[in-house]
Nanobody, 120 residues
Framework: QLQASGGGLVQPGGSLRLSCGASGLTFRDYAMAWFRQAPGKEREFVAAISWTDSSPSYADSVKGRFTISRDDAKNTVNLQMNSLKPGDTAVYYC???????????????WGQGTLVTVSS
């Protein structure tokens, strides 16, 4: 199971840190990712981190603003979000899979989502 937390209301330009805790799986053997889904839109890739060397990948829309990291000792993956924009407003989901991918279908496990609202 994956449990995401850390969402909330933040003003434009602000920061939030999302966390996702994993249980019931061998966390270190899974690539981890964050996706988001805004109202009326499809789920889109945000960031991923590999299980082999923790190499990150990002959507162009968040590159330079968001940072994904993992702590295999604590079975957690984090998403540090800086310089937030209203367009970042969405429900954010963490996911676990065998390899990193921008495609949601690749991931086997999903968290329940945490809402991020960027508004003044």
């Amino acid at each position: 199971q994956l449990q995401a937390s850390g969402g909330g209301l933040v003003q434009p330009g602000g920061s939030l840190r999302l966390s996702c805790g994993a249980s019931g799986l061998t966390f270190r053997d899974y690539a981890m990712a964050w996706f988001r889904q805004a109202p009326g839109k499809e789920r889109e890739f945000v960031a991923a981190i590999s299980w082999t060397d923790s190499s990150p990948s990002y959507a162009d829309s968040v590159k330079g603003r968001f940072t994904i990291s993992r702590d295999d000792a604590k079975n957690t993956v984090n998403l540090q979000m800086n310089s937030l924009k209203p367009g970042d407003t969405a429900v954010y989901y963490c996911a676990a899979g065998g390899v990193t991918s921008t495609r949601p279908s690749i991931y086997q496990y999903w968290g329940q989502g945490t809402l991020v609202t960027v508004s003044s």
